[in-house]
């Protein structure tokens, strides 16, 4: 319980902090990225709308739904903006969960894990979740 109001207390604060960013927030972050499986194709994500692999979408599990994240390999510079519309990842030491289409585009395909930046490029215009 105590750990479920501290994540819900920092969903909050950090979303709060982001709206009052503007456009154009401040917040980066550094670590591994993984893609979801194929498996995931058409369930429900948590913000309710159905995972699609050829959409540019991603999971994270403090920014608000509707931000709009820039993930880039630092392996190779290829960079890929995507939406936030789901909660993971759920492995341990990940930040972000890439759509298929996403993941192909910064060609972490083959290395099913790989270290990324992100960079908040576009605040979620009314925070949920």
């Known amino acids: 319980m ?5 994540r819900f207390t ?20 550094t670590g591994q990225a993984s893609f979801y499986a194929d498996k995931f194709e058409g369930r429900k994500t ?11 979408t ?9 931000t709009v994240v ?6 190779n510079h290829k960079s890929v903006k995507v939406t936030v519309n789901d909660r993971g990842p759920h492995a341990k030491g990940r930040i972000i969960d890439l759509s298929k289409k996403a ?7 083959d290395a099913g894990v790989a270290p990324v930046q992100l960079k908040v490029v576009k605040a979620a215009t009314s925070p949920r979740r």
């Open 2 to 6: 105590t750990s479920l109001l501290l």
């Open 10 to 29: 920092v969903l909050f604060l950090l979303a709060t902090w982001l709206t009052g960013c503007g456009s154009r927030g401040a917040f980066t972050q």
């Open 46 to 56: 948590t913000s309710g709308v159905a995972y699609r692999a050829n959409k540019l």
């Open 58 to 66: 991603a999971a994270h599990n403090t920014l608000p739904f509707g």
């Open 70 to 75: 820039r993930v880039t390999n630092p392996r």
């Open 103 to 109: 993941a192909r585009k910064i060609a972490i395909i």
